[in-house]
């Protein structure tokens, strides 16, 4: 019966993402209305928050933007530190059951127990990415991140279109 519960709120939380998507007039406007909408509708999703790559920052760091959730020290991360760093570094998913055992995680709050970071791909680089923080362990399981990487994308194919030449957007509706 969970489980099935549990299917039912992730694919209603999909569809919330998908009209988010449909009226937010920026990428900027739906990464906001996306951390608030899984901040709050997610019991386990104790924080969330888009991290974007600083554009010409030399060496590359993630800077904070939207978030939801506790204050975090961690507002800029070089690419070399942290489970943020390591999923821009190998543009790949990063999921940890239990950040006490493991050494990349930038500790934030005593009360974090797992979390998932997803690259958000921009014309197939990477541009930042949409991490998640969990009060409870091993929160993310497969659907969890089924659903994270579909809105990660969502926020990916909203940046394409945002730095599109004005030419390319020209014929479409």
């Known amino acids: 019966m969970a489980t099935i519960l549990k299917t039912d709120k992730l694919n209603e939380v999909r569809k919330d993402a998908d009209r988010l998507n449909d009226k937010a007039h920026t990428a900027d406007e739906l990464m906001a209305g996306i951390t608030a909408l899984l901040n709050e509708q997610m019991l386990k999703y104790n924080w969330v928050g888009f991290y974007m790559l600083e554009a010409d920052a030399n060496p590359p760091v993630l800077v904070l933007g939207h978030y ?3 204050m975090t020290p961690h507002t800029r991360i070089p690419l070399n530190q942290g489970i943020c760093g390591a999923a821009a570094s190998s543009s ?23 979390e998932i970071v997803v690259p958000v791909f921009v014309n197939g680089a990477v541009a930042g990415e949409l991490d998640i923080d969990s009060h409870f362990p ?8 089924a659903l994270i990487e579909y809105i990660a994308q969502l926020v990916g194919k909203r940046l394409e279109k945002e730095t599109e030449p004005a030419s390319s957007r020209a014929g479409r509706s």
């Not at 059951?97 to 974090?112: F, G, H, Q």
């Not at 929160?139 to 991140?145: H, S, V, Y």
Request: charged residues 40%; contains cysteine.
């Open 68 to 70: 939801r959730g506790a």
């Open 92 to 114: 790949k998913t990063v999921v940890v059951d239990d950040v006490k055992k493991d050494p990349r995680y930038l500790a934030c709050s005593l009360e974090t127990k797992s």
């Open 138 to 145: 091993a929160a993310f399981g497969a659907k969890d991140r």
